[in-house]
Each structure stands twice: as C-alpha cells, then as structure tokens.
C-alpha cells in the first residue's frame, strides 16, 4: 500500500523570536487539510531542518503527529549525512506515530553507490515504517542511481521515492527497472505531470504551501483521466515555480507567504532575505498568478 497518492507539501516551519511557532504551524496544518492537502512532510528541505536543533525537530515532528490525528498522513525527515543519528531519528519519529519517514542521501561526506545501500539499509532494519528515499543531486553532491535503487527494492519498507534529480530519463530507468515496487514522487513542482505519466503517485511539493488546492486538484483529475484539465494547472503553475525557486529554496516560498499575510516568520541563517530585484519578479508572479498580497 502507498504512503499516499496525491500533494504532499513540504511544509515550512513557522518561526518567531522564542523558535518554533507552534500556534502558527498549528494553523497551516489545519488550513491543508480542509485545502486538500493529501500529506504533510515535515522537517525537510523545505522545512529548514537543517538549522533547527535537534529538540526542536522531535518537538515539531510530535507536534504534527498531535495536531494532524491521522486525518492525513504526516512524514518526517530524518536523514543526515550520519547514518548513526539518521537511526536515532527515525526511531524517535515511529516512536511519536508518524506514518513514515523521508530519508535523504547523505550528503558532504559522500559515500559510494555500495555506501549508500549500507545506509539505507541500517535505517530500513531499525524501524517499522515506510521509507520515502530523496535523491536531490543538485544539493547532495550526489546521485542515488536507478540501479541502486532496484537492490534497494529488497528491503521491505523501502517504499518510494522523491525524485528531484529533473532527470525524466533516470525517473524511466527508474519504472522499467523496479516497476511497481517502488512508489515514484516528484520533487519538483515543474514535473509533476511528466513523472506522473511516466507512473508516479504525486508531488512532494513546495508550491502546495501556499497553492493547496490547486496541487492537489491538479493530482486529482489526472488520476481521474482528466488529462487535459491536470496539464492546464501544471502549465499555469510554471512562472509562479520558476518564481518559488529563483533563490535558494525555502527562501521565496517564505517570504512568498510572508507577502500573503501567512505570517511564518523569518529564515535561520545562512539562508537570508530576497535580493530586490528577484523579490519584484516574486510579488509580480504572485499577482499574475491571482494571490492576494498583504504587503
């Protein structure tokens, strides 16, 4: 059985002067679910997992499991580039309810195509959960090759992955050579509608914070066969994603949200405010787009 079939954001974590804004994430993650939202993914890219401590990522991942109540099902990540705390992680994640994990290939210390199957494994072999593998060349340094992932397939709670190589022919290599074993997600909001063609389930996607209903809608209608109607929402997102993504993710997404009244606080260093001339061509996709600017 999958994850989940459909949107699935890579939410952002709402931050003030004490740290995690817990009643303002409290209120995006109700605001997706009556938006349609299929799946939260907590503490990824997105999410600036990165910079939080690691009190305040088991805080923020209990506190999604507490707040969702199974009404969607909520992800978390636990990768590092240590396969020792990626373990610790994980544990702690089955151990609050989650309903499965998205574990990034290490990155900075780069191991080999063997080194990332013995890292995958002791994270598959010490919980009893699904596992979501992201592969995201562009900010590992690193490639999780197709043929890897078919000797991956063996392990049992290996389920899926998020693929945001934007390699379309990798993503093909991927389906002819594990089939239906493993669950196909794009990681780009670009290539949601090619890699669902090419059999995947959906989107973990960054748009989908402040455009819910639309991913999701867009997912919908092409599992319902409504080809031409889920290509027109793929089409009519693509300025706005070029928009989301012309700095360093999650820094227009944030202040994108920001400028709608969203309220989610600041960037933790190193990540750092808008050029000027990138933040105009934001609030100008943002308008054309049809959203609502507060400032």
Not at 67 to 84: L, S
Not at 131 to 156: D, H, Q, W
Not at 176 to 191: E, P
Request: hydrophobic residues 40%; proline residues 4%.
């Amino acid at each position: 059985m999958s994850i989940f079939k459909g949107s699935g954001v890579a939410i952002v974590t709402p931050f003030n002067e004490s740290g995690v804004d817990f009643k303002k994430l409290e209120e995006l993650l109700n605001w997706h679910v009556e938006n349609g939202t299929d799946a939260i993914i907590v503490c990824g890219t997105t999410g600036e997992a990165s910079t939080m401590t690691e009190a305040e990522k088991k805080e923020t991942i209990k506190f999604t499991v507490d707040v969702i109540k199974k009404r969607i099902p909520v992800i978390a990540g636990t990768g590092t580039n240590n396969t020792k705390a990626s373990v610790s992680m994980s544990k702690f994640a089955e151990s609050v309810g989650v309903d499965g994990l998205l574990v990034i290939t290490p990155y900075y210390n780069k191991t080999t195509q063997k080194g990332l199957i013995e890292h995958f494994k002791a994270i598959s072999e010490s919980v009893n959960l699904p596992i979501i593998l992201y592969n995201v060349p562009s900010r590992t340094g690193m490639n999780l090759e197709p043929k890897t992932l078919k000797a991956l397939c063996e392990f049992e709670n290996i389920k899926a992955i998020k693929e945001a190589s934007g390699n379309i022919s990798q993503v093909a290599k991927i389906k002819a050579l594990c089939g239906d074993r493993i669950d196909i997600y794009s990681g780009n909001d670009d290539q949601v509608i090619p890699i669902m063609s090419l059999g995947g389930l959906g989107v973990i996607s960054v748009l989908a914070n402040i455009i819910p209903k639309d991913i999701h809608d867009m997912c919908k209608l092409f599992f319902e066969g409504k080809y031409e109607d889920a290509l027109k929402i793929q089409l009519n997102t693509l300025a706005l994603s070029d928009a989301v993504f012309i700095e360093t993710n999650p820094i227009p997404i944030k202040t994108a949200m920001n400028l709608m009244g969203m309220n989610v606080g600041n960037l933790r260093l190193p990540l750092c405010e808008m050029s000027p001339a990138n933040l105009e061509i934001l609030k100008k996709e943002l308008v054309s787009y049809g959203l609502k600017l507060s400032q």
